[in-house]
């Protein structure tokens, strides 16, 4: 009867931290997901200086996302192109003057990194 009870009480516990608010399946299910990787230092863009970008990797459920940052301080438009070793195949984003956008370049990936290529061109 006492192992009953022991096997019980975990049992609500676990249902407890699964159900509790803020509380992610994650840390209920007891197993651990990386923290979110902080953004690299900003690199210049090939073609125009005036775009910099950063990467970052972000984990969900069944792998992890990869994102590239553009920045754009350039006075005209441009349109870049962020490829990397995950997608070499990359996606075009067209940025405004000042204006900064953040493309997704892989959704899933086994990879917990990645590196990224970054060329601009005025628009």
Request: aromatic share 6%; with cysteine.
């Amino acid at each position: 009867m006492q192992r009953l009870t022991a096997t019980t009480t975990r049992l609500l516990l676990t249902s407890v931290l699964v159900l509790a608010p803020g509380a992610s399946s994650a840390m209920a299910a007891g197993t651990s997901a990386p923290p979110p990787q902080t953004p690299r230092t900003l690199a210049k863009a090939s073609g125009q200086g005036c775009v910099e970008y950063t990467t970052q990797v972000s984990y969900r459920n069944y792998g992890y996302d990869h994102w590239v940052k553009l920045q754009s301080a350039c006075e005209k438009p441009v349109k870049c192109h962020a490829a990397s070793n995950s997608n070499p195949t990359g996606v075009d984003q067209s940025l405004a003057p000042g204006e900064a956008q953040t493309v997704l370049l892989f959704r899933g990936s086994p990879a917990s990194e990645f590196t990224a290529t970054v060329s601009c061109s005025l628009d």
